[in-house]
């Protein structure tokens, strides 16, 4: 019988008995809002993962999100906005925190010794993307849609994002950066942020097939096991996949970004003419984007695409404590999910209008230390 550790929480937390051992599993439920996350939810999900690391009768971890609609749409944008309004300029204490504790969590996911299976189903995005990216085995469905639309609130790809959009093929990850395209199951297995395609109607049969396991003492074999229980359930599902985009979709990409710099990758994108409607969506994306922000983002993928996981959290920290303090971001939350007037008074009208020094000051330490130079578990 499950053994439920927190109910009407908006993480839901329990413990499935297997033929040996324990599933632990972990709920977002947060229907209402789509299960984004807000400070709350990252500090139980922290929590939680920190009593099974060290539980011998947990052999593995099971993360999905309530509702059909979506595992995880992001963080709370909102309560975000709340916060960088309040103190312009900054500290913004709130956002601060909550961008420090989550990628604490997201890099204790990248890093955790048993495995840890992700049901991404229905939209997962931003927040959700960096949980679903950290786990070790990462489920996708035919309802997933996948996106990290940052550029239009004046964000940035962050949870992780330095990491994976760097290491997809080509020039993939820099292309659905800067335009918040967004990517379906096929193209989250080709880029490299999904495992395994599973159809969501064997969703509970997955986790009934995790339960008959008699799990081991052994991370490795445990890991091997949650293998041998998946891989059924996707040749199951080979041929039921959805048509990819990026994929076949990779010459347009790679002549898009093929540029001298930043600014002129910008004008590739935004000044496209094509009738095919994914390109001409994402090429929308960033014509409507902050083109401050889509120079901040080029800018981070640059300087991280040789850094180590423990050195991306660490400067994605630096870089969301240094965007969340300026203007721009509150402009363009308000712009979007405030006003939702979409007409956001962006600073700048093209990148090449973006001073040096200002770019520069993002990626300059807000601070003494690091709120994350601690971070070195798993490393």
Known sequence: MEELLMSESSVLCSELPAAAGKVGRITLNLESTLNSLNLEMVNLLQAQLDAWRDDPTIAAVFIDGAGEKAFCAGGDVQALYASAIASPGGPCDYAETFFAREYRMNYDLHTYPKPVICWGHGIVMGGGLGVMAGCSHRIVTERTRIAMPEVTIALFPDVGGSWFLNHMPGNAGEFLALTGASINATDAIYTGIADRFIGSEHKQAVIDALCKQGWSASNEENDGLVRSVLRPFAEQCIGTWPAG??????????????????????????????????????????????????????????????????????????????????????????????DKDRKPSWSYAASRDVPGSVLDSFFTAPWDSNPLADLSRGE
């Open 245 to 338: 985009q990026v994929e076949p979709h990779m010459a347009s990409i790679t002549a898009l970004c093929d540029g001298d710099n930043v600014h002129q990758v910008i004008d590739n994108i935004t000044g496209l003419e094509t009738e095919d409607p994914w390109l001409a969506k994402a090429r929308d994306g960033l014509a409507h984007g902050s083109k401050l922000a889509a120079s901040w983002i080029h800018r981070q993928l640059w300087e991280t695409r040789h850094a180590s996981l423990l050195e991306v959290f660490q400067a994605e920290i630096q870089l969301a404590t240094t965007v969340v303090r300026h203007p721009e971001f509150a402009e363009g939350v308000r712009a979007l999910l405030i």
